[in-house]
């Protein structure tokens, strides 16, 4: 079969293999595809992978030997399902793979607003400890996170271990599932509506994927029902926020700060206004990006592609009319 990865450079910048891929079939694999060169690409594959390039409805179409997508993320909005199911296509996905690194990132995020590490070591090394009279100075107010309440939004496997670590500072874990989902929860942690989980916590974090119902969820008004003193910490879906609200909240000390791993538009435009925003954090949607993780991802998608191959695939994310396995 002929396997082409549309954009593998995220995934694989030179520290990891092809190899379980170029196994499977003829690989082709390019860093990056634009989107004047997705169809040229694309044209006579039986297999593509994708991260971020998009294969909407009418690319879908215009490839008649494609017979699977497999997405090298969780995430896999940029694929008309629609149209895949209509055209017997399989999608898949890779769940779970960044559990761990994604669930790390959002206390790093956290941790640098409660004793704002960097800023004291640049301090540090600009020469004010020096110059201080006293063993100790400080710059900010530290904060400790034992008995602090952590709302958390979605609790799928990332919220749950969100939820383990939180636990393990001494915090109090209250969780809201997201808009559109009829989740189940245990006893533990207390599960509220989500104003209620606004309004109580000290933190609040967002692990839920972007739908129709989650879009635009953080916006003015419920950024107003959380308190003041509050941080807001979104290491999910760039979109579930609107932007120029949380920026006019930060600015206008409505709540105290953010810790952002993702934007709506990646990379952001210059105008973006949360770029000069106060007491907002923002990394380059790294979260997903350890050595480990990709790994895992990597191992993964070629177990998918094999499945695939095979007449039995897994993590299937959509509905294949006419599909049949073991027809490949």
């Not at 390039?53 to 017979?67: A, C, E, H, I």
């Not at 309440?149 to 809201?176: P, R």
């Amino acid at each position: 079969m002929k396997i082409v990865v549309l954009d593998g450079f995220t995934l694989n910048p030179g520290d990891l293999g092809w190899e379980g891929l170029n196994n499977l079939g003829e690989l082709t694999v390019y860093d990056r595809t634009p989107s004047e060169k997705i169809h040229e690409r694309s044209t006579g594959a039986e297999i593509i992978l994708t991260n971020k390039t998009v294969l909407g409805s009418d690319m879908l179409k215009s490839l008649p030997r494609l017979k699977y997508v497999g997405v090298l993320a969780t995430g896999y909005n940029v694929i008309d399902i629609v149209t895949a199911d209509r055209l017997g296509i399989v999608v898949s996905n890779i769940p779970a793979y960044s559990t761990w690194s994604v669930a790390q990132l959002t206390f790093a995020l956290i941790l640098e607003f409660c004793f704002h590490a960097q800023k004291h070591s640049d301090s540090v090394m600009n020469g004010k400890w020096s110059e201080s009279i006293d063993f100790t100075f400080r710059d900010y107010q530290l904060i400790e996170l034992a008995a602090k309440t952590l709302g958390i939004i979605g609790f799928g496997n990332i919220g749950k271990k969100v939820c383990d670590i939180a636990t393990a500072f001494g915090m109090n874990v209250i969780v809201s599932s997201r808009p559109g989902s009829a989740s189940a929860f245990s006893s533990y942690p207390a599960r509220v509506e989500l104003p209620e989980l606004l309004s109580r916590s000290d933190i609040v974090t967002v692990h839920c994927p972007l739908t129709l119902e989650t879009a635009g969820m953080i916006n003015i008004e419920t950024i107003r029902l959380m308190k003041k003193s509050a941080l807001l910490i979104n290491t999910s879906r760039g979109p579930i926020v609107v932007e120029k609200d949380l920026a006019f909240a930060l600015n206008e000390g409505i709540i105290a700060g953010a810790g952002l791993d993702v934007l709506s538009v990646e990379p952001p435009t210059e105008d973006n206004p949360l770029l000069k925003a106060k007491n907002c954090i923002i990394t380059p949607h790294i979260a997903w990006a350890t050595l480990e993780a990709r790994t895992r991802l990597m191992e993964i998608a070629v177990q998918n592609v094999r499945a695939f191959i095979g007449g039995s695939p897994v993590n299937v994310v959509n509905q294949p009319s006419g599909y049949q396995k073991g027809k490949n």
